[in-house]
């Protein structure tokens, strides 16, 4: 079963805008990531989070985390055309399920030239 | 390049048959996780493993079967198939460090008839 929720389930912006896609996700956590994925591609690593850091930045990437929320948010600035793909949230609990991911449904970003 | 290899990356067969598709981790990685992803169920966990040994098991049918070996490498083997298995097969490692991150490999289409 999906444990995240993501919104906006598709998001289309023009480039060079700002890009802001939501995660909740049910029971506790270890840490949250963010992956994306290229149509039909294998899944990216950008981003992880642990449940005691409530933000973190690499690049144009930021990601907040509120754990009273059960929440997340990763937003991408200045977007380029090569950032269209799938994101996915995927959460770990941690202990025994170490690696054991529960991905989100994913937002489906589109960027226009 | 995630440095994670899957065989084959596509394959057509027939329900009721049984097809194996094989993953080599990243150098030095010792986890291997397999994941599904389809339409409906969107992407799920099925098994990991760790140096040889099941660490842990996810949505993972009885006619699925995984194991490790001793290069590290990993098979999934999946039989009595039904058209409802046709998804993309993902297989992901993660490295000594346990940063959380998982490396996933392009995926095994996989497609019954």
């Known amino acids: 079963s999906q444990q995240g929720e993501e919104d906006p389930q598709a998001l289309s912006i023009q480039e060079g805008e700002n890009a802001t896609m939501n995660c909740s996700y049910k029971?506790?956590?270890?840490?949250l990531q963010w992956y994306r994925q290229n149509s039909g591609r294998g899944l990216v690593h950008l981003i992880l989070?642990?449940?005691?850091?409530r933000e973190k930045h690499s690049g144009r990437l930021r990601v907040t985390l509120d754990t009273s929320k059960k929440s997340s948010s990763l937003l991408i600035t200045a977007s380029r055309a090569a950032d269209t793909a799938s994101y996915f949230c995927?959460?770990?609990?941690?202990?025994?399920?170490?690696?054991?991911?529960?991905f989100g449904q994913g937002t489906i970003l589109t960027v226009h030239p | 390049d995630s440095g994670v290899t899957q065989t084959p990356k596509h394959l057509i067969t027939a329900t009721g048959q049984r097809v194996t598709l094989r993953c080599s981790p990243r150098?030095?990685?010792?986890?291997v996780y397999w994941y599904q992803q389809s339409l409906d169920q969107g992407l799920q966990f099925l098994i990991q493993?760790?140096?040889?040994?099941?660490?842990a098991k996810g949505n993972i049918l009885e006619r699925f079967s995984a194991q490790q070996f001793p290069d590290l490498h990993s098979e999934l083997n999946l039989s009595s198939l039904e058209l409802g298995d046709s998804a993309l097969y993902f297989c992901?490692?993660?490295?000594?460090?346990?940063?959380?991150?998982?490396?996933f490999g392009e995926g095994s289409r996989l497609t019954v008839l």
């Open positions: 493993y760790y140096n040889g040994e099941e660490r």
């Open positions: 989070i642990r449940s005691n850091e």
């Open positions: 150098s030095g990685d010792l986890s």
């Open positions: 029971t506790s956590i270890n840490n």
């Open positions: 992901a490692s993660s490295s000594r460090t346990m940063s959380g991150e998982l490396f």
């Open positions: 995927a959460t770990d609990a941690g202990g025994t399920s170490y690696g054991k991911l529960t």
